[in-house]
């Protein structure tokens, strides 16, 4: 998901730097967009380097590139890419240009140019926002659909108290995530999510593992930061790039995965085991590599079961396991719900062509105690959101019981 950040000129320029941050940390990915007047306040070079992006400054290129057609499109481009626009803060002159249709530079450009929802904050001087010129905008803009963060009241810089100024950043980031459909249900819980294979040591060079690439537990970890959690992340050896905001233990072997869970445990509300943890480990691994000479032999011993382990030790968490099948998919899922004592599992048949490992699709069956929910073929994400609805479920059935 990924949204254009327009910075107008004003002392609060500043505070756009920690939204870029705060959007990052539930996952969303921020384009800055800095009018002229916003590069007097902040230099550009902060917020290529919090975003990670191309921060555009002007309608076409600098003075020393050669211009050409992609520059002279470049909104056109933006508009298409972004899922909303966030102007933060915005000017009593950007404001106006929003309202009066006025495309002079690139900021009001991309806003004729998108059809993606609009969030604006404003922030000025009081005698500005109070204005009927400015009122009378604001309210053109609102009739069009775009969301307006009123300012707060208090000291100002230009020396004034009252409304004006930039409303605070949480408030500006619920307002876009809002905009963006992304519920902020888990706001306050803190959820600790295992995911990618572990490695089980043969000799200094070989071990045994799965083929599981963790795309599965990653997206669950960003769906859970879009929903406002706090995120655990306990991963084994993956490719995939994790998400902004995680706080991210690296493991291994499935004894390091268990160390790092349980000592998580007590700081989780909600806890998701969707890492594919090796069931069998090398007696003895071999402490030099082994050379080929002929059949190898090698004898294995069970490793620890963390999901059953995480069952007996929590408190008031809940517990949701998956389980990769390939035959009685639905029995084998059911016997393992009750036996360790899970809230839910969450269980795919990996038999199956294009679905589960190593791969963006997925398609699964959750089952509660009390309910079976299917869910047909479909992205990794959405499966994880599907997921994360049916924690929700049990969330609210708990606080009524109680």
């Known amino acids: 998901m990924k949204i254009a950040l327009g910075v107008s000129g004003g002392i609060a320029a500043y505070k756009a730097a920690e939204i870029v941050r705060l959007l990052q940390d539930r996952g969303v990915r921020v384009q800055v967009i800095m009018t002229e007047a916003a590069q007097q306040f902040v230099r550009p070079l902060t917020f290529a380097a919090l975003s990670g992006e191309k921060v555009i400054t002007g309608m ?118 809002e905009a963006l459909g992304v519920s902020q249900d888990l706001a306050g819980e ?52 994790p998400p902004s905001g995680a706080e991210i233990t690296s493991v291994e072997s499935a004894a390091q995965m268990r160390e790092a869970v349980l000592k998580l445990l007590p700081e989780a509300s909600i806890v998701i085991k969707a890492a594919a943890v090796a069931d069998y480990r090398v007696k003895e691994s071999a402490g030099q590599k082994i050379k080929r000479a002929g059949p190898l032999t090698l004898e294995l011993e069970p490793t620890a079961d963390i999901l059953a382990e995480l069952a007996q030790a929590k408190t008031s ?26 809230d839910a599992i969450v269980v795919n048949d990996v038999s199956q062509e294009g679905v589960g490992f190593d791969t963006d699709r997925n398609a699964v069956t959750i089952l509660t105690q009390d309910e079976v929910v299917e869910v047909p073929e479909t992205s990794k994400w959405e499966v994880a959101q599907r997921v994360l609805d049916q924690v929700q479920r049990l969330r609210k059935q708990r606080a009524v019981l109680k």
């Not at 009739?143 to 004006?164: D, F, H, N, Q, S």
């Not at 035959?327 to 084998?332: A, C, T, Y």
Request: aromatic share 4%; proline share 5%; glycine share 6%.
């Open 317 to 342: 968490q809940i517990i949701v396991g998956f389980a990769a099948e390939t035959q009685n998919v639905l029995e084998n899922a059911r016997k393992k719900l009750l036996a360790k004592s899970l």
């Open 60 to 177: 076409f290129t600098a003075d020393a590139e050669e211009p050409n057609i992609d520059s002279a499109v470049e909104h056109i481009a933006v508009a298409r890419s972004i899922d909303a626009l966030l102007v933060a803060p915005a000017t009593a002159d950007t404001v106006a240009k929003f309202a009066q249709g006025i495309a002079s530079d690139f900021l009001s450009t991309l806003y004729l140019a998108t059809t993606a929802p609009v969030v604006l904050a404003p922030a000025m001087n009081v005698n500005m926002w109070e204005h009927p010129a400015t009122q009378a905008n604001l309210e053109t803009l609102r009739k069009r659909g775009a969301r307006i963060v009123a300012p707060g009241e208090g000291y100002l810089a230009c020396g004034m108290t009252g409304p004006g100024r930039l409303a605070e950043n949480e408030l500006i980031v619920a307002a876009i995530l």
């Open 190 to 241: 803190t959820v600790l999510i295992t995911a990618g294979p572990t490695r089980e040591k043969i000799d200094p060079v070989r071990y045994l593992s799965n083929r599981s690439s963790g795309r599965m537990g990653y997206a669950l970890a960003e769906a859970a930061l879009r929903r406002g959690a706090r995120v655990l992340l306990v991963s084994g050896p993956t490719a995939v790039k």
